[in-house]
């Protein structure tokens, strides 16, 4: 499944402004520096094409933007969007968020019974269960403040569309950067 054209448009478009930022500001840069800035850039074109909608591109925001050097790149690439002058401000990073208003109620459990063979393998599919979902929570930005597995799924599959939108702009600028190499040569 390919990722919608326009959001392919939109990460391109904000992706471009933010490298012109860092290029504008600094005229000699490392090797490291050079990786540090397309991958920055690349974050913050990919979370504010979402327009701010997802937890995680909140998130990604939010981080990028407490380092003060890189602020003003972050600010640039998020302004130029006029659909996050209407946002609310991001979510703080020390809070828990739980994304619908459920009751989370705890299970009571039966310390006296000696638990039978089903429920031991019950108990084992659920530690799976729970490991397999803190690890994705690590893999999404911001995934460790969310409660609800329903809206952890969301959050990861619309984080896995924008990763395949911004790999599939980044094959298309390689190829065609090689394409370039191999007529001039």
């Known amino acids: 499944m390919r990722p919608p054209i326009s959001l392919e448009k939109e990460f391109l478009k904000k992706w471009v402004m933010g490298l012109q930022k860092w290029s504008s500001t600094s005229k000699e840069m490392s090797f490291l520096e050079r990786k540090k800035a397309i991958k920055l850039s690349a974050d913050v074109a990919m979370a504010s094409a979402r327009n701010g909608s997802t937890l995680w591109s909140r998130a990604l925001i939010a ?11 972050v600010k640039h690439v998020v302004t130029g969007s006029t659909a996050f002058a209407s946002l609310p401000p991001p979510i703080r990073l020390g809070r828990r968020r739980v994304c ?14 000696r638990p039978s063979r089903k429920s031991a393998a019950s108990s084992i599919v659920k530690r799976l269960v729970k490991k397999r979902t803190q690890v994705i929570k690590g893999l999404v930005p911001g995934g460790e403040r969310i409660d609800d597995e329903s809206c952890l799924i969301k959050e990861t599959l619309d984080y896995v569309i924008s990763l395949r939108a911004q790999v599939h702009v980044m094959q298309q600028i390689a190829n065609a950067a090689e394409l370039l190499n191999t007529n001039n040569n």
């Open 63 to 73: 981080g990028a933007s407490k380092d003060p050097d890189t602020n003003a790149i």
């Open 100 to 113: 619908s208003n459920k009751a989370l109620r705890k299970a009571r459990i039966n310390h006296f019974r």
